[in-house]
C-alpha cells in the first residue's frame, strides 16, 4: 500500500506542474506575451534613439555656427535675407520639358 500511494503522489505532482506550464504564471503563452511585448518595447527604443541622435547632432549644429539657424528660418519661417528675392514653385505648376522627335 506504501508504493501505491508514492505512485499516486508522484503522478498528483507531475499533474500539478502539467497544469502549472500550461495555465499557471510563466506558462508558454505567457512567455510568448511576454516576447511580443519586448520585441515592441526594443523596436520603441530604437526609434526613440534614432530621434535623440537626431535631436543630438541638431544641438550640435546649433552650437558651432549659425548655419543651422539660417537653414531654419528660411525652412520653417520663410526668412530671407535682404536683396534676395523669394520664389515659390507650387508643385504640378512648373514648365515641363517637351520631348524631341
Request: hydrophobic share 50%.
Given at each position: 500500500?506504501?508504493?501505491?500511494?508514492?505512485?499516486?503522489?508522484?503522478?498528483?505532482?507531475?499533474?500539478?506542474?502539467?497544469?502549472?506550464?500550461?495555465?499557471?504564471?510563466?506558462?508558454?503563452?505567457d512567455?510568448?506575451?511576454?516576447?511580443?511585448q519586448?520585441?515592441?518595447?526594443?523596436?520603441?527604443?530604437?526609434?526613440?534613439?534614432?530621434?535623440?541622435?537626431?535631436?543630438?547632432?541638431?544641438?550640435?549644429?546649433?552650437?558651432?555656427?549659425?548655419?543651422?539657424?539660417?537653414?531654419?528660418?528660411?525652412?520653417?519661417?520663410?526668412m530671407?535675407?535682404?536683396?534676395?528675392?523669394?520664389?515659390?514653385?507650387?508643385?504640378?505648376?512648373?514648365?515641363?520639358?517637351?520631348?524631341?522627335?
Open positions: 500500500m506504501g508504493a501505491r500511494t508514492v505512485a499516486l503522489l508522484l503522478l498528483l505532482l507531475l499533474l500539478l506542474i502539467h497544469v502549472q506550464l500550461w495555465s499557471g504564471r510563466g506558462s508558454l503563452s512567455v510568448a506575451a511576454m516576447r511580443t519586448l520585441a515592441e518595447q526594443q523596436a520603441a527604443n530604437a526609434k526613440a534613439r534614432l530621434a535623440n541622435e537626431h535631436l543630438a547632432a541638431e544641438v550640435q549644429d546649433l552650437k558651432q555656427g549659425l548655419d543651422m539657424v539660417e537653414e531654419k528660418a528660411r525652412s520653417e519661417l520663410g530671407v535675407k535682404p536683396g534676395e528675392i523669394y520664389v515659390q514653385v507650387a508643385p504640378g505648376t512648373a514648365p515641363q520639358a517637351k520631348a524631341k522627335r
